[in-house]
């Protein structure tokens, strides 16, 4: 069974720094894609940032340059750095994965909040 479990959440201010962590459990990186979602209030969710095994990485334009998506193999975890953070960054940033073959995001984790606000 697959368990995806978030931590890192919280206030920012503007312009400031977090680090969110994905704990992955059950899933076999080598044949699974790493992802990031978010959604904010009254939004569609919207893919942030993946990653392969392999380090191969995609980004949404409006975190490019920003955040950095990354993978540590032997801890089995993903990690979602946020740098110079924007309020419009506020939403509940999700963890998720699915299968290489697979166009649709099959395992989700509980989601974690993250408030950009002074």
């Known amino acids: 069974q697959v368990r995806l479990v978030e931590s890192g959440g919280g206030l920012v201010q503007p312009g400031g720094s977090l680090r969110l962590s994905c704990a992955a459990s059950?899933?076999?990186?080598?044949?699974?894609?790493m992802g990031w979602y978010r959604q904010a209030p009254g939004n569609q969710r919207e893919l942030v940032a993946s990653?392969?095994?392999?380090?191969?990485?995609t980004y949404a334009d409006f975190v490019k340059g920003r955040f950095t998506i990354s993978i540590d193999n032997a801890k089995h975890t993903v990690y979602l750095q946020m740098n110079s953070v924007k309020p419009e960054d506020t939403a509940v940033y999700y963890c998720?994965?699915?299968?290489?073959?697979?166009?649709?995001?099959?395992?989700w984790g509980q989601g974690t909040q993250v408030t950009v606000s002074s």
């Open positions: 998720t994965a699915k299968p290489r073959i697979s166009i649709r995001w099959t395992s």
């Open positions: 059950g899933i076999v990186f080598e044949t699974n894609i």
């Open positions: 990653i392969t095994s392999l380090g191969d990485t």
